[in-house]
């Protein structure tokens, strides 16, 4: 079984819509959850860290739900610089880091 | 925030031969760097994690012989592709966490390998 599980997607919005990723995670011992950005042929970027209590950077909101194992970044007002791969990524412990398959989002004009 | 330096950024070689990619922490030390491949149009795959002083921990179906790491450094790792052969070829990514205890992880600019 997969350690992350994330819908691949794509995700095609007009600019300005509001978009939603989930990812479920099997180890319900994971610490740690972020969101990263990866553009085309570049490295991953965080974007932002996931806690407990959610948290919102801007038009992003990641939420976790520990009872159900999933995490979700919320995109509001899409931009078209917000396109790009969207990956999230589950820690069990200090030396394990896993990444979900990506999901890809196009802000379309 | 920290960096990863990751060289060479593209190499192309024989068949046959071997290359080495290696990953910095420029400004934290780092006990553990994590070794990815990225297919075209695919996820990051965890290859293996890289512990500063010991043996690096492999991903099930990842040849330990063929895909060569050492993290003889707080600073350092390398990753060695062996006898490489053209579906060998991918995008290589190394990530490194501060060892006081950042949570998350930076990465290297990736290296593209093509066999030819």
């Known amino acids: 079984r997969k350690e992350v599980e994330q819908d691949p997607g794509p995700f095609n919005v007009p600019e300005g819509a509001t978009v939603a990723f989930n990812c479920t995670y099997s180890?319900?011992?994971?610490?740690?959850f972020f969101w990263y950005r990866q553009d085309c042929r570049k490295e991953p970027k965080l974007l932002m860290s996931?806690?407990?209590s959610g948290n919102e950077d801007g038009r992003f909101t990641a939420q976790l739900n520990r009872a159900s194992q999933y995490i979700s970044l919320l995109i509001r007002d899409s931009k078209l610089s917000d396109s790009a791969t969207y990956l999230c990524?589950?820690?069990?412990?200090?030396?394990?880091?896993?990444f979900g398959t990506g999901t890809s989002l196009t802000v379309i004009p | 925030g920290a960096v990863v330096s990751q060289h060479p950024s593209r190499v192309i070689c024989k068949s046959g031969t071997s290359v080495k990619i290696e990953c910095r922490s420029l400004?934290?030390?780092?006990?553990?760097m994590f070794w990815y491949r990225q297919f075209p149009k695919q996820s990051l795959m965890l290859m293996a994690t890289?512990?500063?002083?010991?043996?690096?921990?492999?991903e099930q179906g990842v040849e330990k012989d063929k895909f060569l790491i050492n993290h003889a450094s707080l600073t350092l790792s390398t990753l060695t592709v062996t006898s490489a052969h053209p579906e060998d070829s991918s995008f290589y990514i190394c990530?490194?966490?501060?060892?006081?205890?950042?949570?998350?992880?930076?990465f290297g600019q990736g290296t593209r390998l093509t066999v030819v």
């Open positions: 400004d934290f030390q780092a006990t553990t």
């Open positions: 990530s490194a966490r501060d060892y006081r205890g950042g949570t998350e992880a930076f």
């Open positions: 890289s512990n500063e002083g010991s043996k690096a921990t492999y």
């Open positions: 996931v806690y407990s």
């Open positions: 990524v589950v820690s069990p412990r200090w030396n394990q880091f896993y």
């Open positions: 180890n319900s011992a994971s610490q740690s």
